[in-house]
């Protein structure tokens, strides 16, 4: 079964900091690589960080030393800790595998305002 459900999103000042999860079965937390994206108002949906099995990570440049993704296997659960938030990260916040599966959860709303 493949289901992926966003939660952590909230309203924060300029600067903040937030912890995304994301829960998953446990068929595809063991067996895909996972990655977290997101959709800004207007905008196409961004590929922003990655983790292999193996816990490997990948960032990308807009997102590069300011946020981490890690795994965590006691709870099928995939992490997206996010600090020094900035308006332009306002979006809404998905993950799934990588590459994508076509199921897609309902996202987390970010909104970086101040």
């Known amino acids: 079964q493949v289901y992926f459900v966003e939660s952590g999103g909230a309203v924060v000042q300029p600067g903040g900091s937030l912890r995304l999860s994301c829960e998953t079965s446990?068929?595809?937390?063991?067996?895909?690589?996972l990655a977290w994206f997101r959709q800004a108002p207007g905008r196409a949906r961004e590929l922003i960080a990655g983790?292999?099995?193996?816990?490997?990570?990948k960032y990308a440049d807009s997102v590069k030393g300011r946020f981490i993704i890690s795994r965590d296997t006691a709870k099928n659960t995939a992490t997206l800790e996010m600090n020094n938030l900035q308006v332009a990260d306002t979006a809404v916040y998905f993950c799934?595998?990588?590459?994508?599966?076509?199921?897609w959860g309902q996202g987390t709303q970010v909104t970086v305002s101040g």
């Open positions: 983790i292999t099995l193996g816990g490997v990570t």
């Open positions: 799934n595998t990588r590459p994508a599966t076509s199921t």
């Open positions: 446990e068929a595809v937390f063991n067996y895909d690589n």
